[in-house]
């Protein structure tokens, strides 16, 4: 008996644009969307793959922020 059935939809069934999330993230974190981008492109794989966690992912890029810059110093 099956009693789970596990998709993998990210860029095999739906091909999501992460443009939208480089938008948002850039506004909410006052950075270039360059920067946003370099970031998410090199992290994103780690993160989608678990070896780094979602919370983890999303501190990580707010620490290069502006505003984190500006609260530490």
Known sequence: MIKAL?????????NYDFKH????????????????HEYVQTHKEAMLLGDISLKKFFSDIEILSPKARAIST
């Open 6 to 14: 596990i998709f993998d939809i990210g860029e095999v069934v739906v």
């Open 21 to 36: 999330l480089f938008f948002q993230l850039a506004e909410q974190l006052n950075m270039p969307i360059d920067a946003v």
